[in-house]
């Protein structure tokens, strides 16, 4: 059983800059695919990114690449997500995923799931 808790949502002007972290505990953390998720008020939970097991490999939606960088630590068990220029549309809850398979972009493709964290983007 992996746990993940996201953490460094906020409130931030359109043009600025969050950082999200991801702790997970549990089996060996670099064992697991791991991705970011998130979910604006009515609509689907949508992919983001992902970053596979060693690092090595990244995956980004249209959506926020060049804007958005993935990376992970996992001697600290932790993964983060670097925001740039952010839109008001990037506003949404942030959910980190963890899978122990190769990355994916599918949301039922994951296996574990963070409790999410808000970013509040205004224009």
């Known amino acids: 059983q992996v746990h993940l808790v996201e953490s460094g949502g906020g409130v931030v002007q359109a043009g600025g800059s969050l950082r999200l972290s991801c702790a997970a505990s549990?089996?060996?953390?670099?064992?697991?695919?791991m991705g970011w998720f998130r979910q604006a008020p009515g609509k689907e939970r949508e992919f983001v990114v992902y970053i596979s097991a060693g690092g090595i490999s990244t995956y980004y939606a249209d959506s926020v690449k060049g804007r958005f960088t993935i990376s992970r630590d996992n001697a600290k068990n932790t993964m983060y997500l670097q925001m740039n220029s952010l839109k008001p549309e990037d506003t949404a809850v942030y959910y980190c995923a963890a899978r122990r398979r190769s990355p994916a972009a599918a949301k039922a493709d994951y296996d574990y799931w963070g409790q999410g964290t808000q970013v509040t983007v205004s224009s």
């Open positions: 549990g089996p060996i953390f670099s064992g697991y695919a």
